[in-house]
Antibody, heavy 120, light 107 residues
Framework: QVQLQESGPGLVKPSETLSLTCTVS??????????WGWIRQPPGKGLEWIGS???????YYNPSLKSRVTMSVDTSKNQFSLNLSSVTAADTALYYC????????????WGKGTTVTVSS | DIQMTQSPSSLSASVGDTVTITCRAS??????LNWYQQRPGTAPKLLIY???SLRSGVPSRFSGSGSGTEFTLTITTLQPEDFAIYYC??????????FGQGTKLES
């Protein structure tokens, strides 16, 4: 079955760029049925949708983060990535990647998550 | 953004009980409503999609209902593994996707 695995630095300095990659295994990222996305969860808090990307490169971002977010996809590696620029302590969170079914929009496969701390 | 409001924020129950969690949307989302369960230290797990469709492999004691702006998740005959946090999420075309604040179900 499809599995997702996040990877990237666990510590990022303020004002720098957070970069994470999600590797998809057990299935193709080029499936026409799915978008691939990122969701984050600050410590002890709820879930925030960051954005999604299709294998063609089409993206949807949360307007609250849009000015700082860039997502990309590498179909040859079956990976997609998140860049979040100009980070602050408020960006400290557990970051999940997830598969989203189009068009119903539910997220049926999640990675285990990776913790990113923003601190100098 | 569409605001999703869950009630209650926390709920105390016992094994064998039946509980209901409500999720209200700030505007209509038809049936684009999904429910997730998050156990401590794990990623959210999809339980219900499209308001009332039970995901394959999820026990039938979980059920969802509603449409428009008001939705419910019901868990009958609570099992020990059901004590967790539950989130609703709207997935209408009105982006961004948004989640409720969560309901902590505890014993």
């Amino acid at each position: 079955q499809v599995q997702l695995q996040e990877s990237g630095p666990g510590l990022v300095k303020p004002s720098e760029t957070l970069s994470l990659t999600c590797t998809v295994s057990g299935g193709s990222i080029s499936s026409s049925s799915y978008y691939w996305g990122w969701i984050r969860q600050p410590p002890g808090k709820g879930l925030e949708w960051i954005g999604s990307i299709y294998f063609t490169g089409n993206t949807y971002y949360n307007p609250s983060l849009k000015s700082r977010v860039t997502m990309s996809v590498d179909t040859s590696k079956n990976q997609f990535s998140l860049n979040l620029s100009s980070v602050t302590a408020a960006d400290t969170a557990l970051y999940y990647c997830a598969r989203r079914l189009y068009p119903l929009g539910y997220m049926d496969v999640w990675g285990k998550g990776t913790t990113v701390t923003v601190s100098s | 953004d569409i605001q999703m409001t869950q009630s209650p924020s926390s709920l105390s129950a016992s094994v064998g009980d039946t509980v209901t969690i409500t999720c209200r949307a700030s505007q209509t989302i038809d049936s684009y409503l999904n429910w997730y369960q998050q156990r401590p230290g794990t990623a959210p797990k999809l339980l219900i999609y499209a308001a009332s469709s039970l995901r394959s492999g999820v026990p039938s004691r979980f059920s969802g209902s509603g449409s428009g702006t008001e939705f419910t998740l019901t868990i009958t005959t609570l099992q020990p593994e059901d004590f967790a946090i539950y989130y609703c999420q709207q997935s209408s075309s009105n982006l961004p996707y948004t989640f409720g604040q969560g309901t902590k179900l505890e014993s």
